[in-house]
């Protein structure tokens, strides 16, 4: 028994969740309350809060939801020592972060939520300031395949890790904003995959053909 009632409080757990993304998306975070969420997930508020203080924490638990796979990702291409070639790893993480985003609604509705259903002001001024700071992990770890790269002798050996780790940075996070704000279909979505290759293409060092 109290194994099912801890399987149900999960169950509510993430139907309450689920609730809170699909009204953020309609009606955006700052005009959402907590009883428009209950309402939605059909529990009642005492719910809700019982799984979630507020909504700031209901907010992180959606995001965390939609980017952990992300984070693992990049950890495991970070750790893999095995590879001969780190570019390629950054290229398939990149490239899989857009085909995940093609594939699953609840990730591309989460992504949507936070670059634009979301005003970082007031007590979502720290979870912006901890979106920042994740970004800086980002940075940090990306800068460490950088190094493996050019360790291999796959990037001028002159070139700074970290200099490229930045630019990176800021080429892909400008491209899954456009990618996430293309309704209209104008080619971001069509093209990512091909902007990703030729971003990691002109990092390499480029050899002589035999």
């Known amino acids: 028994m109290a194994r099912k009632t801890k399987e ?8 309450i969740i689920t609730a809170a993304r699909e009204v953020f998306a309609k009606r955006g975070v700052s005009h959402t309350t907590m009883e428009q969420i209950a309402t939605h997930a059909q529990v009642t508020r005492g719910a809700v809060y019982w799984h979630f203080a507020n909504k700031i924490e ?47 609604d609840s990730t591309r509705q989460t992504y949507e939520i936070m670059m634009a259903k979301c005003e970082y002001v007031d007590e979502f001024n720290d979870v912006l300031q901890q979106l920042l700071i994740n970004c800086q992990i980002f940075i940090e770890k990306t800068q460490l395949l950088y190094d493996k790269a050019q360790q291999k002798g796959l990037i ?18 400008g491209l899954i904003h456009l990618w996430i704000k293309d309704n209209s279909n104008l080619g971001y979505r069509d093209q990512a995959i091909e ?16």
């Open 58 to 104: 209901l907010f992180h638990a959606m995001r965390d939801q939609a980017m952990s796979p992300f984070i693992e990702q990049m950890n495991a291409a970070v750790l893999d020592d095995q590879t001969e070639d780190p570019l390629t790893s950054m290229e398939q993480y990149f490239c899989n972060t857009i085909s995940t985003l093609q594939q699953s």
């Open 195 to 210: 902007h990703i290759k030729q971003h990691i293409r002109l990092r390499r060092i480029l050899r002589p053909q035999i």
């Open 156 to 173: 001028h050996p002159d070139i700074s890790p970290s200099a490229l780790a930045m630019d990176t940075h800021l080429f892909f996070g």
């Open 8 to 15: 149900d409080a999960e169950l509510t757990r993430q139907r």
